[in-house]
């Protein structure tokens, strides 16, 4: 329940917080088309005033982010758990003995010239008292690099 929650809050927010595009300058449509062929694509404008292509490949749901220059600033695509990169997972598996995958993204853009990862995961931890058992669940959001190293683990 909570994961569709989640999914439809990706799919509402931008309607809040973009305006729709109908005139999308021709340089941002010939960046976009290069870089993902001739998709369907949804145009909005973000608070900042830069053009936000919302598209789907292989059931992914993908944007991509340009200026009105028509220059590419960066990409997130949504993950599912079975996309993930298998270091990703590797990692997931070899250090927690449960964990439930929650989210995943990729964030891509052309300063870093690689994908960073970003996965959420819940995990549980049961503590045993004297005369009960415990369990605290926690979200956990881990990023890894383009050569799958951590960059940053923080409770979410």
Not at 103 to 118: K, L, N, S, V
């Amino acid at each position: 329940m909570r994961r569709w929650f989640f999914m439809m809050l990706i799919m509402v927010v931008p309607l809040i917080t973009f305006a729709s595009v109908t005139n999308v300058p021709k340089k941002v449509k010939s960046t976009f088309n290069k870089q993902y062929g001739d998709t369907y694509v949804e145009w909005n404008r973000s608070v900042d005033g830069n053009l936000v292509a919302t598209f789907v490949v292989d059931m992914v749901i993908n944007k991509a982010v340009y200026n009105s220059k028509g220059e590419w600033i960066e990409t997130t695509s949504n993950l599912n758990e079975v996309d993930l990169h298998p270091c990703v997972t590797e990692y997931l598996e070899d250090t927690y003995d449960y964990f439930e995958f929650w989210d995943g993204q990729t964030y891509a853009d052309p300063e870093t010239f690689g994908i960073e990862y970003y996965v959420t995961i819940k995990i549980e931890e049961i503590i045993e008292g004297e005369e009960d058992i415990e369990t605290i669940e926690s979200y956990i959001k881990i990023t890894f690099d383009s050569s799958c190293e951590i960059t940053n683990i923080e409770e979410v």
